[in-house]
């Protein structure tokens, strides 16, 4: 077995092919932060928790944050609206396999379906209608399922989130965050130190997650909820 970091140096390398290939697409809603600044930040939630704690991935894209924390032995879950993304994280994470970079008994799995709970869909169709200029690129949709009945994990339970949130959407996700996560949980936050106080529409909107910091790794914060 190789040694954790050697599996996410591999697994950063997929990740990266994986990216490469994805801006040759019409994928939308895609955008990937560096590999390289994950795998940093995965590096430095080690130092603060242990791999018996779960991960939860809003958004996972093609995997990039669930396949490095399952690389690093984190169980990880990933939850993603679309399923072209998804079929990339799901080839990436049987590449990383294949290749001893994720141990195939460490729990992973990679869904289609919204990130958002069901309970916040009437509340979030509003705040997308009045403060989001995205819709071309996230359209707007309803919320027809509760796509956590089919993880074994949800945001009130996971003991780690990772959410790489739009501009126009951080107001709205940061504060159901506050609402639905449990004590303690530790945030993994791309956007998080950059959209707490405006929002790039130039609508602000109070954040109530307020997140005591451990790391930020060239602007991927981890903090934790108090």
Same mark, same amino acid.
């Given at each position: 077995?190789?040694?954790?970091?050697?599996?996410?140096?591999?697994?950063?390398?997929?990740?990266?092919?994986?990216?490469?290939?994805?801006?040759?697409?019409?994928?939308?809603?895609?955008?990937?932060?560096?590999?390289?600044?994950?795998?940093?930040?995965?590096?430095?939630?080690?130092? !603060?928790?242990?791999? +018996? !704690?779960?991960?939860?991935?809003?958004?996972?894209?093609?995997?990039?944050?669930?396949?490095?924390?399952?690389?690093?032995?984190?169980?990880?879950?990933?939850?993603?609206?679309?399923?072209?993304?998804?079929?990339?994280? $799901?080839?990436?994470?049987?590449?990383?396999?294949?290749?001893?970079?994720?141990?195939?008994?460490? *729990?992973?799995?990679? /869904?289609?379906?919204?990130?958002?709970?069901?309970?916040?869909?009437?509340?979030?169709?509003?705040?997308?209608?009045?403060?989001?200029? $995205?819709?071309?690129?996230? *359209?707007?949709?309803?919320?027809?399922?509760?796509?956590?009945?089919?993880? *074994?994990? +949800?945001?009130?339970?996971?003991?780690?989130?990772?959410?790489?949130?739009?501009?126009?959407?951080?107001?709205?996700?940061?504060?159901?965050?506050?609402?639905?996560?449990?004590?303690?949980?530790?945030?993994?936050?791309?956007?998080? $130190?950059?959209? /707490?106080?405006?929002?790039?529409?130039?609508?602000?909107?109070?954040?109530?997650?307020?997140?005591?910091?451990?790391?930020?790794?060239?602007?991927?914060?981890?903090?934790?909820? $108090?």
């Amino acid at each position: 077995m190789l040694d954790t970091e050697s599996r996410l140096r591999g697994m950063m390398k997929i990740l990266i092919a994986s990216n490469e290939e994805l801006t040759m697409t019409d994928a939308a809603g895609f955008i990937a932060v560096p590999p390289e600044l994950l795998q940093a930040s995965v590096l430095s939630l080690l130092d !603060h928790t242990d791999i +018996s !704690h779960v991960s939860l991935d809003l958004g996972c894209g093609n995997g990039g944050w669930t396949l490095l924390a399952a690389a690093a032995g984190f169980p990880s879950y990933g939850i993603e609206i679309n399923p072209v993304l998804v079929e990339h994280a $799901q080839r990436n994470y049987t590449m990383g396999v294949a290749a001893g970079y994720i141990d195939a008994r460490t *729990p992973c799995e990679l /869904i289609v379906g919204d990130m958002i709970p069901i309970r916040f869909c009437d509340d979030y169709l509003r705040f997308r209608r009045l403060h989001d200029d $995205q819709l071309r690129s996230m *359209p707007l949709g309803a919320v027809r399922e509760d796509s956590y009945s089919r993880l *074994p994990v +949800s945001i009130a339970t996971a003991d780690i989130i990772y959410c790489w949130a739009w501009p126009t959407q951080s107001g709205f996700l940061y504060n159901m965050l506050e609402d639905e996560a449990k004590k303690g949980a530790l945030f993994v936050l791309p956007s998080y $130190q950059r959209y /707490i106080l405006r929002e790039e529409s130039g609508r602000r909107v109070e954040n109530r997650l307020l997140l005591k910091a451990i790391s930020d790794v060239q602007g991927v914060f981890t903090g934790k909820r $108090q």
